[in-house]
């Protein structure tokens, strides 16, 4: 199995959708056991945003044209594009930044969620591309997301679940570690029930799989 993990927070070690995505991969290699698994890791904080190449590739009178070899952005969009569809299943492991998505991870969509490559406009509307797999999104927030303390909107998971639908990834399972700006105590909390929540779906497959 082959596992792409996209990680998207500035703060590196300290990262607790980092922490949370080890565990989610640490789950993945046991239920797989003894299938080998290998892990590509990317930091989507270091890639630049699309440029004009790319957007002239996707939208405008000549897109999904493309005369001239792939430069820039372009280029690297096809990259990370293979790279996705190499993958058996992807980690994302995301901040919620703003009520959504850091910068990084947006800009990994971006490269990757692209007209006439991996989404098709059709009059029916858009059509992925991609072969539908497991999704495991490990998010962080500062504060509580959802249930009866949540004071803020989240359009980071519904934001998320359309846009890898648009390509074809509808296979989408949220974990989140939420309230990490909360004293040591309610960090403890918020971890412990974040790690209960991956333990719980995980041990459920290890038992529904036929060993
Ligand atoms: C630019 C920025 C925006 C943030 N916006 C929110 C937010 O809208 N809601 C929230 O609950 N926490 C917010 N936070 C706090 C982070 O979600 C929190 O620190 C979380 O642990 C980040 O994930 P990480 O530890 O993986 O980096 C924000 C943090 C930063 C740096």
């Known amino acids: 199995m082959h596992i792409l993990r996209i990680l998207s927070s500035p703060r590196g070690a300290a990262s607790e959708s980092n922490l949370l995505s080890d565990s989610v991969i640490r789950h993945l290699q046991q239920c797989a056991h003894p299938e080998p698994v290998t892990l590509e890791n990317l930091d989507a904080t270091t890639l630049a945003h699309v440029d004009d190449d790319y957007a002239h590739a996707v939208s405008g009178p000549h897109a999904g044209h493309q005369h001239t070899p792939a430069a820039g952005t372009l280029a690297a969009s096809s990259r990370l594009i293979q790279s996705l569809d190499r993958a058996d299943c992807l980690v994302i492991a995301t ?23 991996t989404f098709q406009i059709t009059p029916q509307g858009k059509i992925g591309a991609l072969r539908d797999r497991p999704v495991y999104v490990a998010m962080a927030s500062g504060g509580p997301v959802a249930g009866p303390h949540a004071r803020q909107p989240d359009f980071l ?10 390509v074809g990834l509808k296979d989408v399972i949220f974990f989140t570690v939420e309230g990490t700006a909360g004293n040591g105590a309610m960090l403890a909390a918020a971890r412990q029930q974040a790690e209960q929540a991956v333990a719980g779906h995980f041990g459920l497959a290890l038992q529904q799989s036929p060993l």
């Open 157 to 166: 998971t519904p934001y998320l679940k359309a846009v890898l639908a648009t």
């Open 95 to 117: 901040p919620m930044h703003n009520y959504t998505v850091p910068a990084g991870l947006k800009n990994w969509i971006d490269h990757v969620v692209r007209a006439h490559s």
